[in-house]
């Protein structure tokens, strides 16, 4: 087999394509994925407005995608427009793999410039070509899916055109988002209404598919496998909500008296059938339509595919405890091209922003009061902010940083560099606030889920072992995401396993040299950032993650759930303190090297082969200046 070493290149505003060869040592020390996109990023000129021509979008796979157990994906690489950090964003389903099939001898497509009208770029046989799209103008991620039935595409929607900032790329018909930070908004910007790719998956050697076979049987007995096989990410809603880490009516409480009806038991209640590929990897569930009664009667089945995040973020989030409202909210952002988590919060800010007083709805150009629970308020608003149709979805659709800017309320929703946070209330869980504070794209949950180890952690659990368990977390995912495997694999899949696949593919590696894959490639990002005007500010403790939730840490699940506190007593304080969290970060950066304003070391960069990367508007650290690792005055690691 052909190990994949080139690079498509375009430029949409000379409406040219050329394929090149990728450097050799950029393909050794990053091998596809997010190690490739972050170094084509840094290779950018600093300082580029991410919505300007100049700045670059790559759609990029890694050398085994499309042989590796596990959902297929691709990466989206960019800056991104919500936090103006390196962005990368991952998507699923078949575009991933037939985009490798087409991509033939390439890891990827860097896009750069800007069209003068809507284009589409197809690619097949290793070619690119880029075809006017000005047909496709205004559709929605399934309409424009609908146009191409003999190929996979990724799009945007409304949402993407309208410059959403966190406007996703959806693929499969919407049934799969690159969903974070913006790329959606970046392909609007170039005028870039769709990617297609019209070859099949890549042909599987017997080598291969022995591997695939003997590492998917690993995956489905792991716990990550046994877990998602039970109930796929939604698996996630009664462990946050049984955890106390459950975000709920905009991050007001921690549990949610209404979970039971938003999780999988709920789900497999309505599912019309669970559709999955024979090999045990994430699913979803497809959910049957509504009764007459329900909101989601106007849902079509085929689109409404939530996964965890969806009745987190529109179901708890809002207050909402009918899992077909919160799947019906979803497949409407789906369709819009519109991240589920960012809308979500957004729509929670206007909620406490109009309880507060800090907005009128109806100065904003919205004709109906906001409140939680209200599945019908919540979608005429979303649909607001993907066409930037009212003065307040316009607003909000610059992210709850912009709009709290604007009108005040930023201790109300969380954000992170920008980025609204998922999934975890760290309130219930310290070393997810530094996985969300450090995470390299913002307030990310999918860079490290530590509150999953700290639910089980022994008492006395230290800062510097907290803060290394968050920065391993990191540089696993980090090397998974260079190869664009399933993150879920990250139990199964270490440097001997991920060298045996290369050797398989004809691409000799060392375990030993692919071990720091991951931590390299989390530092080229870090410094990446750095560049761009980022510094320990911005790994900051958000103001909203302060203060106290309602009741304290059991509010919401009834009787008995303020463990044992006398009626009528002040609520339990949980709000995180920021000088615990300060010593925290301190750890953090010592574990990594860096120095005690987060930049890393001149005598890292050495042992991580980047010596000669950094170019002189890039801040490197000294070693000196690294924070006290174990609290007696040493600074050695």
Known sequence: MTVPDRILRVDL?????????????WRERYVGGKGLGARYLYDMEAGVDPEAPANRLAFLVGPLTGHLPGEPRYAAVTKSPLT??????????????????????HLGVVIEGAADDPVALSIAGGEATIEPAGDLDGLDAAETDARYPDAAVACIGPAGEAGVRYATIASDGGDHHAGRGGAGAVMGSKDLKAVVARDPPPETSPALEALRDRDAKRFAESDAGRWLAAGDTLETVSFADETGVLPTRGWQARRFEGADGLGVERAAERAAGRERPDEPVPGGFRISPGDGESPAEDADPDETVPRGGTPIALGAGLGIDDFDAAAALGGVCDRLGIDVISAGNAVAWAVRASEAGLIDPADHGVDRGLSFGDEGAARALIEEIASRATPLGDALADGVEAAADRFGGADLVPTVKGMELASYDPRGAETMALAFAT???GGCHRRARPVETEAVAAPGWTPTERAAVVAEEQD???????????DFLADAFGPETAAEWFAALGDERDPEDLRPLGERVWTLARLFNLREGFTRADDALPEALTRDTEGGPGHGRGEGADHGRDEGADPEPDGLDPESFEVLLDRYYACRDWDREGRPTARLLDRLGLSDLPDPSTPVGSAEDVPDLDGDGETER
């Open 84 to 105: 103006g950090a390196f962005l990368d964003s991952y998507g699923g389903g078949s575009f991933a793999s037939r985009l490798a099939g087409s991509l033939g001898d």
């Open 476 to 486: 696993r995912r980090a090397a998974l995401w260079c190869l664009v495997a399933d």
């Open 439 to 441: 995470s390299d794209r």
């Open 13 to 25: 505003s000379a409406g040219r394509v050329r394929s090149e060869r990728v450097p050799t040592a």
